[in-house]
């Protein structure tokens, strides 16, 4: 069985994963670094699966959200993430050239001496992506990974527990473990996967889960790059279009439900014009979305955990005075739903 299929538990996800990543380690090392048309392979690998299971990709969000738009995560996580891979399969031989730079002191190259620089890839690279766009964030960095000529090991989030496997099966078809390699699990598993001397570290998710990762990679020295959540301000002018400045505002919000790092946290408009605003907020969702409750097109939170603290938002807003406007167009009643919907507000 393979260690994607294999779930590790924190007893031996480590022995298993560490096994993986040596392999890869080795391979890189015999092989070299790998040349433009092997890394181009890579990528034209990567978006076939992406095409091949475009279908199967949007159901299993949809699965994993409660409810999820089909044609929004075929925007987000499919079409989102063929075009870096696209863009680096274009570019990767220019970004391998060799760069020229001056000799200094000049007087050494009057003794024949040349200077420049040789890219060359890390090795292993490992990915922690979030359950918000599981695959547009497992596929985007791959652009960057496979053009540069690495190996990497995915760990995907447990909060999207189908999207994670059926990632683990579609890289499984396509790669050997060699090349990529996915681990599916919870907490105990990424905990794990943290401590493993990878050659560089990518985690997309929380500022509260980076913490422990940088951590757990500074016991190893491994590089790392954090890619983490933040507050978006939308800051409106006194000449400002406000209905179509609400629109776009909405239209970034409603996407995904606002669960996006760049999703519009807050506006500041100025003052006086808070109820216009408001309004034309609630005829562009209006325009958007008639309904809410069953509309398929209406994303749902992602589960109860999250569902709650953002009703524990709203509820300490309003205990402490503060006006809340929920834009409900078909003024439906959320208090009984088969999922965690909750209408812009």
């Given at each position: 069985m393979?260690?994607a299929?294999?779930?590790?538990t924190?007893g031996d ?5 560490r096994k993986?990543?040596?392999r890869?380690k080795q391979a890189h090392?015999?092989d ?7 890394r181009?392979d890579?990528l034209d690998?990567a ?8 279908d199967e990709i949007?159901?299993?969000l949809?699965e994993d ?6 044609h929004a995560s ?5 079409s ?8 680096a399969?274009a570019h ?5 050239k060799r760069e020229k730079?001056?000799v ?6 009057l ?9 060359q890839?890390?090795?292993?690279i ?10 547009n ?8 990974i496979?053009?540069a000529?690495n190996?990497t090991?995915i760990?995907?989030?447990e909060f999207?527990p189908?999207?994670s ?8 078809s396509?790669y050997d473990?060699?090349?990529v390699?996915?681990?599916?699990g919870g ?6 996967f ?8 990518l ?8 913490y422990?990762v940088?951590?757990a990679a500074?016991?190893?020295?491994v ?5 983490l ?12 279009d406000m209905?179509?400045t609400?629109k776009?505002v ?5 996407l995904?439900a ?7 946290d807050?506006?500041?408009?100025p003052?006086?014009k808070?109820q216009?605003f408001?309004a034309q907020?609630?005829?562009?969702v ?9 509309n ?7 589960n109860q955990r999250?569902?709650d603290?953002?009703?524990g938002y709203?509820d300490?807003?309003r205990s402490?005075g503060?006006?809340?406007v929920?834009l409900?167009?078909a ?5 009984q739903q088969?999922f965690?919907?909750?209408?812009p507000?």
């Amino acid at each position: 069985m393979s260690t994607a299929e294999a779930r590790p538990t924190a007893g031996d996800a480590e022995i298993q994963m560490r096994k993986i990543l040596d392999r890869q380690k080795q391979a890189h090392i015999k092989d070299g670094p790998p040349s433009a048309e092997k890394r181009i392979d890579w990528l034209d690998r990567a978006i076939g699966l992406l095409v091949a299971h475009k279908d199967e990709i949007a159901d299993a969000l949809r699965e994993d959200f409660g409810n999820r738009s089909p044609h929004a995560s075929l925007f987000t996580d499919v079409s989102g993430s063929i075009g870096p891979l696209k863009h680096a399969k274009a570019h990767l031989k220019t970004w391998m050239k060799r760069e020229k730079r001056k000799v200094e002191p000049a007087l050494l190259g009057l003794f024949g001496a040349r200077a420049y620089i040789d890219y060359q890839p890390k090795g292993t690279i490992g990915v922690i992506s979030p359950w918000n766009f599981p695959f547009n964030l497992t596929f985007t960095p791959l652009a960057g990974i496979f053009a540069a000529g690495n190996r990497t090991m995915i760990k995907p989030s447990e909060f999207t527990p189908r999207s994670s496997e059926l990632m683990a099966r579609m890289f499984k078809s396509a790669y050997d473990e060699t090349e990529v390699a996915v681990f599916t699990g919870g907490p105990d598993v990424g905990a794990a996967f943290s401590k493993l001397p990878f050659d560089h570290l990518l985690l997309t998710g929380a500022t509260s889960i980076a913490y422990h990762v940088m951590r757990a990679a500074a016991e190893n020295l491994v590089p790392l790059t954090l890619e983490l959540g933040g507050k978006s301000p939308v800051i409106v002018g006194e000449g400002a279009d406000m209905a179509l400045t609400a629109k776009r505002v909405m239209m970034g919000k409603t996407l995904n439900a606002g669960q996006i790092c760049l999703a519009p946290d807050y506006v500041m408009v100025p003052k006086g014009k808070e109820q216009d605003f408001v309004a034309q907020a609630g005829s562009a969702v209006a325009t958007m979305f008639p309904t809410l409750k069953d509309n398929p097109d209406y994303t749902s939170v992602i589960n109860q955990r999250h569902y709650d603290r953002l009703m524990g938002y709203l509820d300490d807003a309003r205990s402490k005075g503060a006006e809340i406007v929920e834009l409900n167009p078909a003024k439906e009643n959320f208090s009984q739903q088969p999922f965690h919907k909750i209408p812009p507000t």
